[in-house]
């Protein structure tokens, strides 16, 4: 059965799950992918798959819900019935869309990856590891993530399905540094598209020449820093530090500090951050997210004022405030919560060029392996930051390899300088809710001039 | 899914060699939100199977592998030849396909067993928040909570023509508990994970945890530099997490990364002194165990690191193949043991909760913020958190000293305070 069969199966067990005055909605999800992980001794390639229905109903208080793994029409059916039976127990008054939308949509790329021969993509890969293998590295991964995404959402009023193509190539350098020790070095590409593989030589000269840099970095003085933080890093700040506090569950809940602040000033007009899928070719686009909502974008933060958060269906009627595309789950088997997409600082009106010259003594922070959120208390973590020295507006070339940046975010946001107008949105991971639920995502942003940036 | 199917499939393909592992799930989940109401109640159940197909080619092997959710023959048959093609395509040196065997150990609780099979999980898990929310003390509340039951099998079989199978169950709960007084208010992120629910007790998960929450809201910023630092409770079983990317003691272990060439393992060069170090798949109802690996070999406690000399290496058929080491099958819960102890803590700063801990698995290198730390002056025990915790964990294991007192945690089992003098902490 085809998608566009599947979506009419599936909107035809609507009625009957709403029979005890419920709301109801599926979701279904056939995700494929064809993961080639290559390094200096092995090759390995495997075809992975994700699929499955979740059933639900809103009773007025809660919702109940049933996941099945697999396509099985019959079981699908008996669980539509099951739900059927649960009765309406209060006013639903959830945010649901009450215009008729019945629509198909898709994100291939330029070049549909799934029309190039297998033994193509494997020269392709061969030949990319060649050229980015320095005779200096350990060991080079190269990483080929090819994913195919298929999702329906039907509800009374929505039949929605989309198709999402994505090649993310990473590329982990690992070299021996002087002091003896294994260091590594990360990269990653993405787009829709098989044309994702078309690397530039330019880009692979800067993994090389970074990667040796790192090989000869140094730890660096526990203090505090004035920093020109790149869209890596300034992706990374809003998503962590201040993204994930604006999650509208986290908020409900009284998790977030956020809330004592929705509609207040924190910090300077030049700071807005915003988050959306609806950018094509970055790592956390969509149509619509897992509860039918069309791709929209959420300005969390406007002019240094907190603003809106990030929704999801039930916390959105909690807390009264618009709905969001931001309802999203890990796998059928998983909640929907209210997550990120893609997450940035908007630009400004400075340059790079200008604000790394007003640097005397500083750090251009470069890249970072991750972070972990603290909407509570709202404290900056951020680790294994590598930083290159800037001196008199310039940089040496010294690299200083894992730092750990840390600090209270309306502090930092308060150190804001100057906001680059020069954008990019080059984040191509994973964010988990904690340590669990994971969705793919993208940070990114201008470049930030912060000073008295706490680093260790 | 019908697996005899699935297997008379790949039988009649006439392949060199495949392995099938069956995955079955279940699992009932409940979430509640603010005030203790409940959001989400979610039931869930699946079946898969993950086919690896291998192709002989003398010294070569070429393997590649797909996933199926149904025994549909078509589908299975196109996927296998497309499995083929890929094996073309991957090839590597020869390596053995053993026998699935399973160890001796317990990882089914027959009382969560049974609550499936009488659809009672979501009653059982009612029941639990019930008696959280009636153990919750003053001065803090449970800002939410996810509650989870599970139950899974899997079956390895392979064309040895042998199988091994192991069920699991688990019981998962994640809990902020959120400390006021004075209207400030800060949270503790308590979490668990059992396999058997007599080994979860309601009331000490929340009275324990909410002393911790209270405590973050007590602490302040520590200032200044420390060294002679202690971990215990959840700072302890994240140092020592049993993960290739989060531990670089495992890492460093791993016949993966010595065959990368990312490894300095050599049998009996000196990391430190007076530790040993395990890896222990053995140990009854621990999260961490397990009865096989992903190629079914029988689970073993192997010994990494013996008296600060590194000593065997943790290996899959594979790579023990490649590197002529024993096959060691699952990593399992790190096991610690100090030659030498400690008394006292006093002037030490033990810290019981790190914000994230992360370290850099080929390097060693770490910094990690401190959620909750205790400093010991004399019989007194000053609560504080902030800080950064930096180093380099092979820098650490000259001078590590064990608490007399031993316990078992998800994940780990040794002395339940470390002592790490040398290692230093820099405060806000």
């Avoid at chain 1, 009765?87 to 945010?95: G, M, Q, T």
């Avoid at chain 1, 790329?109 to 993509?121: L, Q």
């Avoid at chain 1, 993310?168 to 590409?189: C, N, P, Q």
Wanted: charged share 25%.
């Amino acid at each position: 059965m085809d998608l566009l069969s599947r979506k009419k199966f599936l909107h035809s067990l609507i009625d009957s799950m709403e029979s005890g005055g419920c709301y109801a909605d599926i979701l279904y999800i056939n995700n494929t992918s064809l993961a080639v992980n290559k390094d200096k001794t092995t090759i390995d390639v495997s075809r992975d798959a994700d699929e499955g229905v979740k059933l639900r109903v809103f009773d007025g208080k809660r919702f109940h819900e049933l996941g099945l793994s697999g396509w099985n029409e019959t079981s699908i059916k008996k669980s539509a019935l099951s739900l059927g039976k649960i009765k309406n127990v209060a006013k639903i008054s959830l945010d649901i869309p009450t215009q008729e939308l019945d629509a198909n949509y898709t994100a291939l790329g330029k070049i549909d990856p799934s029309t190039i021969p297998i033994k193509t993509k494997l020269a392709d890969i061969n030949t990319l590891h060649k050229a980015a293998f320095a005779k200096d590295f350990a060991n080079l991964r190269l990483h080929y993530d090819e994913t195919h995404e298929e999702k329906i959402f039907v509800s009374q009023n929505r039949k929605l399905s989309q198709k999402i193509s994505g090649c993310h190539i990473a590329l982990m350098s690992f070299v021996k540094s002087v002091e003896g020790d294994i260091r590594l070095h990360y990269e990653s590409f993405f787009d829709h598209g098989y044309e994702r593989m078309n690397i530039k030589k330019s880009s692979l000269a800067h993994l090389i020449s970074f990667s040796k840099k790192i090989a000869k970095a140094k730890k660096l003085t526990p203090g505090k820093y004035h920093c020109l933080l790149s869209p890596h890093l300034s992706g990374l700040l809003a998503h962590e530090s201040f993204g994930h506090g604006m999650e509208a569950d986290t908020l409900y809940k009284g998790r977030g500090k956020a809330l004592e602040f929705l509609g207040k000033k924190l910090c300077g007009k030049d700071v807005s951050i915003a988050d959306g899928p609806m950018q094509p070719g970055k790592h956390g686009f969509f149509f619509f997210d897992d509860e039918g909502c069309l791709a929209t974008k959420t300005l969390m933060m406007d002019e240094g004022v907190v603003n809106l958060p990030l929704t999801d269906m039930f916390n959105a009627a909690k807390l009264k405030v618009p709905r969001s595309s931001n309802a999203r789950a890990e796998s059928f088997d998983r909640k929907s919560y209210a997550r990120m997409t893609n997450t940035f600082f908007e630009p400004g009106t400075s340059t790079r060029a200008k604000m790394q010259q007003k640097i005397k003594d500083g750090l251009l922070l470069h890249t970072a392996s991750g972070g972990m959120e603290d909407p509570k208390g709202w404290g900056i973590q951020i680790q294994g930051v590598v930083a290159e020295q800037i001196k008199n507006g310039k940089l040496t070339g010294e690299l200083f390899y894992e730092i750990g940046m840390s600090g209270y975010l309306p502090t930092m946001l308060s150190n804001i300088q100057e906001v680059s107008k020069e954008f990019e949105i080059p984040g191509t991971g994973i964010c988990g809710k904690g340590h669990k639920d994971w969705v793919r995502v993208a940070e990114g942003g201008p470049y930030l001039l912060i000073k008295d940036v706490v680093l260790s | 899914m019908n697996k005899q199917k699935i297997i008379q499939i790949l039988k009649g393909q006439k392949l060199d060699s495949w392995k099938i592992i069956f995955s079955e799930n279940k699992r009932c989940s409940l979430f509640y939100t603010k005030n203790g109401e409940l959001e989400t109640g979610i039931n869930s159940s699946g079946t898969q199977a993950a086919i690896t197909i291998y192709k002989d080619y003398g010294k070569q092997i070429g393997d590649s592998s797909f996933e199926i959710y149904c025994d549909d023959e078509d589908k299975i048959k196109a996927q296998i030849k497309d499995a083929l093609t890929l094996c073309a395509l991957a090839k590597k040196p020869i390596y053995p396909m053993l026998q699935p065997t399973a160890a001796s150990v317990e990882l089914v609780d027959k009382k969560i067993v049974e609550l499936f099979d009488n659809s009672e999980q979501e009653q059982q898990l009612f029941s639990i928040w019930k008696k959280l929310k009636e153990a919750t003390p003053s001065g803090v509340r449970i800002a939410a909570c996810e509650l989870s039951l599970g139950l899974s099998k899997t079956e390895i079989v392979n064309s040895t023509g042998k199988s091994a199978t192991s069920q699991r169950s688990k019981f998962f709960i994640e809990c902020p508990i959120t400390a006021l007084k004075k209207g400030l208010e800060l949270e503790y992120l308590a979490t668990t994970t059992t396999l058997r629910l007599s080994d979860f007790n309601p009331t000490d998960f929340i009275e324990c945890n909410s002393k911790l929450a209270k405590d973050v809201l007590l602490a302040e910023n520590i200032k200044g530099s420390h060294s002679n630092i202690a971990l215990s409770g959840d700072a302890l079983r994240d140092f020592w997490s049993p993960d290739i990317s989060t531990n670089p003691l495992v890492f460093h272990s791993s016949a993966r990364a010595k065959y990368m060439d990312l490894s300095n393992f050599e049998k009996g060069k000196k990391i430190g002194v007076g530790f040993t170090v395990h890896s222990n798949p053995l140990i009854d109802y621990n999260p961490h165990s397990s009865a096989f690996d992903f190629d079914g070999t029988k689970s073993s406690k192997v010994t990494f690191v013996s008296r600060g000399k590194w000593n065997n290496m943790v290996a899959s058929a594979r790579y023990a193949h490649y590197l002529g080491v024993s096959v060691s099958g699952a990593l399992g819960a790190i096991e610690v043991e100090c030659e030498d102890t400690f008394d006292s803590l006093d002037g030490c700063v033990e810290i019981v909760s790190f914000s994230s801990f992360v370290p850099n698995g080929p390097s060693g290198d770490f910094s990690a913020e401190i959620r909750l730390a205790y400093l010991h002056k004399g019989k007194q025990k000053i609560p504080f958190r902030a800080g950064m915790f930096t180093g380099n964990i092979f820098s650490m294991l000259d001078k590590m000293k064990g608490s007399k007192q031993t316990g078992v945690m998800d994940g780990y089992k040794g002395p339940l305070t470390l002592r790490l003098d040398g290692a230093t902490l820099s405060g806000v």
